[in-house]
């Protein structure tokens, strides 16, 4: 049902700047709170932003306040990364989180398990 696709990282300077997109079918995303997630090599996926169904409400994980904004319309979520650090690399993916209406909350839903692929950010010199 769920099918998710990543795009947009690289490799960027520390300092440096990317946009993810996300992109889904199966479901309708506009009628979901979504989130981004990365997992850092060894690391447990950890939750970084979401944004709510309604009046795009969002939350931000505490290192990336302030650097990352999480936006989207009907059709994509997007993660726009400023002042990027070695410690944001990560594979990032993105999913639907729980909530419903003006609220998301940092997990993704409780009966999803479609991740994609997600796409890779380093941040290196």
């Known amino acids: 049902q769920w099918q998710l696709v990543e795009s947009g990282g690289g490799l960027v300077q520390p300092g440096g700047s990317l946009r993810l997109s996300c992109t889904g079918s199966?479901?309708?995303?506009?009628?979901?709170?979504m989130g981004w997630f990365r997992q850092a090599p060894g690391k447990e996926r950890e939750a970084v932003a979401c944004i709510s169904s309604r009046e795009d409400n969002t939350w931000y994980e505490y290192s990336v306040k302030d650097r990352f904004t999480i936006s989207r319309d009907d059709a994509t979520v997007y993660l726009q990364m400023n002042s990027l650090r070695p410690e944001d690399t990560a594979v990032y993916f993105c999913?639907?989180?729980?909530?419903?209406?003006?609220?998301?909350?940092?997990?993704?839903?409780?009966?999803?398990?479609?991740w994609g692929q997600g796409t890779q950010v380093t941040v290196s010199s």
């Open positions: 999913a639907p989180t729980n909530g419903h209406g003006p609220v998301c909350y940092e997990v993704p839903r409780v009966n999803f398990d479609s």
């Open positions: 199966g479901f309708s995303l506009a009628d979901y709170p």
